[in-house]
């Protein structure tokens, strides 16, 4: 049986089946996503969706959807589902009898005396969808007809009816070849056997997705079908449908289809589901390699980069894509902080290169060499510092004390805004913020003794003191026993939050031990999950323990009380180090809960936020490489715990 798999009655029910998404990408930007029984809620979902470069490389959705219908006898009997407004059609899905993902996506019909099997995949690093159509059972004559929905737009927006439309198909082999729009590459769409397409333009119209309903965003779209696909199929001769940028031979498609499908990873377990997760969010096209932060909305972010890298590559042994994605980012970061750029132009999240360092450490944890660490990156390590210590940053400056203030909001991982105005406010002294520096700098330190490099020694050498000493004045309150999460000016702020958590995960800490078992024990009180940690403690009453509403109200609950299971990971990280071998089973535990979600939202993968609340509803990306990096990560380092 497989690992992943649902059966009618599951699928029947659209309040289960339509909250169950499904992504698969080709490695290279592409990717194709819908829910379990193919009705599209979102506007980000499709079974085509790719960067077009001559819209800035952004992702377009240009095949929505494909509808088949079966006929027996002249009986029709249509398997696609659409939502319109206060209504399903066609309801497809009542003739659905088993879904399963082993490796790929398998839907399994049955429309009287016939059984029909429809697989699914993408071709790597190529922009094509193959669709593999097997009559596995009929008691007569059959034909199946497939009609395409174009969409040809931006993933973010949505299409209407229009004149300006170029409506008309063109003629290729086996199929034809269709432009909406100018700037678009042709979407050609070809069978693998002899068809007859049948010219029916047409839009459909207002079709709806309950996703951006339920958001508050805007819903509703219309469709371009060109016309209809219609063949005959057999038992033992099943049938290709392709749509690609680039014309194909048909008859090369099945034989595409069974190469593209040995490539696949099983997905039979708890690990080969992340093994596979975390192969879908890694980009690679042209010279460079990116992490994808998350499907079907999110794109990349240096931050999460960094964060994710270790996890989704060093844990699974691939030092080669870890340093292509590193020198892809790099370049980043080192425009912005190379002291020949204006980076007082800009404001950057300030601790998104200080999370560079941990990468290294991590980095350093898989074996490479310190010496050969400093000598690679000195440069880009020694501007990191330099930049922060002149404070020729807008958003940050270095004070007499060590520490580093932060003059605006906006500057760290809680920065959602609503109507430009962001909702924490996380100014002054910012507690990850500093531990991350102490730890920056000490790392560098150790990195630069490697080749004696006495100029920065000499320079840098007199901080870590006075930072550990002016972090416990500023932060620490004995009587508390926890971290501050902020000060400014006057006001602290003592919210129990996640943030205080990294003074004592980060590899060189500012706290002793007694401290850090304390920051551990608050956190476990009131923050810790089965999905992660919270943002905010549910006492405080600024907590919102639900993700729902509009885009305003759910922005209020993304950092005051939603959880992240990222976080476990760090978390983790200084749950170990305090206990050691005798901390394993329970942080295996703390994993295994995870094990629920490959079914319950992004199937095979984790989510990028839960609800604060039980039942801990999963929401906002299906799949979120930070969410799967992670959890790969702390089963990674378990395991070398153990074999110590």
């Known amino acids: 049986m497989s690992y992943l798999k649902f059966d009618k009655a599951q699928l029947v029910n659209t309040e289960y089946s339509l909250k169950r998404e499904f992504i698969r990408t080709n490695r290279a930007g592409s990717f194709a996503s819908s829910t379990i029984i193919n009705c599209n809620t979102r506007k980000y979902h499709g079974l085509l969706i790719c960067p077009i470069k001559a819209f800035n490389n952004e992702n377009h959705v240009l095949l929505s959807s494909l509808d088949e219908t079966i006929i027996q006898h002249g009986a029709e009997f249509n398997l696609g589902i659409r939502k319109y407004p206060g209504t399903y059609s066609p309801k497809g899905h009542k003739y659905i009898r088993e879904y399963?993902?082993?490796?790929?996506?398998?839907?399994?019909?049955?429309?009287?005396?016939?059984?029909?099997?429809?697989?699914?995949?993408?071709?790597?690093?190529?922009?094509?969808?193959?669709?593999?159509y097997t009559l596995l059972e009929a008691n007569s004559p059959t034909i199946i007809r497939l009609q395409p929905f174009a969409a040809f737009r931006n993933i973010h927006e949505l299409t209407q009816a229009n004149l300006h439309a170029n409506t008309r198909a063109t003629q290729v082999s086996n199929g034809i070849g269709l432009k909406l729009y100018?700037?678009?590459?042709?979407?050609?769409?070809?069978?693998?056997?002899?068809?007859?397409?049948?010219?029916?333009?047409?839009?459909?119209?207002?079709?709806?997705?309950?996703?951006?309903?339920?958001?508050?965003?805007?819903?509703?779209?219309?469709?371009?079908?060109p016309g209809y696909f219609e063949m005959e199929i057999k038992k033992g001769s099943p049938i290709i449908f392709s749509a690609g940028t680039k014309e194909i031979a048909p008859n090369a498609l099945l034989r595409q289809f069974n190469a593209e499908l040995k490539k696949r990873v099983k997905r039979d377990s708890f690990d080969s589901c992340l093994k596979n997760a975390a192969e879908q969010t890694i980009s690679r096209k042209e010279k460079a390699t990116c992490i994808i932060n998350g499907f079907p909305f999110l794109s990349h972010s240096e931050r999460n980069t960094y964060l994710a890298l270790p996890g989704l590559c060093l844990s699974r042994d691939d030092e080669r894509t870890f340093l292509d994605i590193l020198t892809t980012t790099l370049k980043t970061i080192s425009n912005r902080f190379s002291p020949d750029k204006a980076l007082n132009k800009e404001r950057t999240s300030i601790d998104v290169p200080l999370w560079f360092f941990w990468t290294l450490q991590q980095y350093m944890a898989f074996g490479a060499d310190a010496k050969d660490i400093w000598l690679k990156y000195k440069k880009v390590i020694k501007d990191i510092l330099k930049t922060l210590k002149k404070g020729s940053h807008l958003a940050v400056e270095l004070h007499e004390n060590g520490l580093l203030w932060t003059s605006k909001k906006g500057v760290t991982w809680m920065k959602v805004r609503n109507n430009g105005t962001f909702l924490q406010q996380r100014m002054g002294y910012v507690v990850e913020v500093n531990a991350l520096w102490y730890n920056a700098i000490c790392l560098s330190l150790d990195l630069a003794k490697t080749t004696n490099d006495k100029a920065f020694i000499k320079e840098w050498s007199g901080y870590p003191e006075q930072i550990e000493q002016s972090f416990n004045e500023v932060f620490w309150d004995e009587s508390k026993a926890y971290l501050a999460d902020y000060v400014m000016d006057d006001y602290t702020s003592w919210s129990i939050r996640p943030n205080m958590l990294f003074a004592a995960s980060l590899p060189y800490s500012c706290l002793d031990f007694e401290q850090k078992k304390a920051v551990l024990e608050k956190i476990e009180s009131d923050l810790l999950t089965p999905r992660g940690l919270r943002t905010l403690s549910p006492n405080s009453q600024d907590y919102l323990g639900v993700i729902s509403g509009n885009e305003h109200e759910r922005n209020r609950a993304f950092h005051n009380g939603s959880v992240f299971p990222w976080l476990i990971g760090h978390y983790a990280d200084a749950y170990l180090e305090l206990h050691k071998k005798s901390g394993i089973e329970y942080i295996n535990r703390l994993l295994k809960g995870f094990e629920e979600c490959v079914n319950e939202h992004g199937i095979g993968s984790i989510s990028q936020v839960y609800d604060g609340n039980p039942p801990y509803r999963p929401n906002e990306a299906t799949s979120y490489a930070l969410s799967i990096a992670e959890i790969i990560r702390v089963k990674k380092l378990i395991s070398n715990i153990s074999n110590q």
């Open 100 to 132: 399963e993902i082993d490796p790929n996506p398998v839907i399994t019909y049955r429309v009287g005396g016939v059984l029909l099997q429809k697989e699914l995949l993408l071709v790597e690093k190529e922009q094509r969808l193959l669709v593999k």
């Open 182 to 225: 100018p700037g678009f590459p042709n979407l050609i769409m070809q069978t693998s056997r002899n068809s007859e397409f049948v010219h029916a333009p047409d839009w459909y119209y207002d079709v709806e997705y309950n996703e951006e309903k339920r958001r508050g965003y805007a819903c509703n779209e219309d469709l371009f079908v």
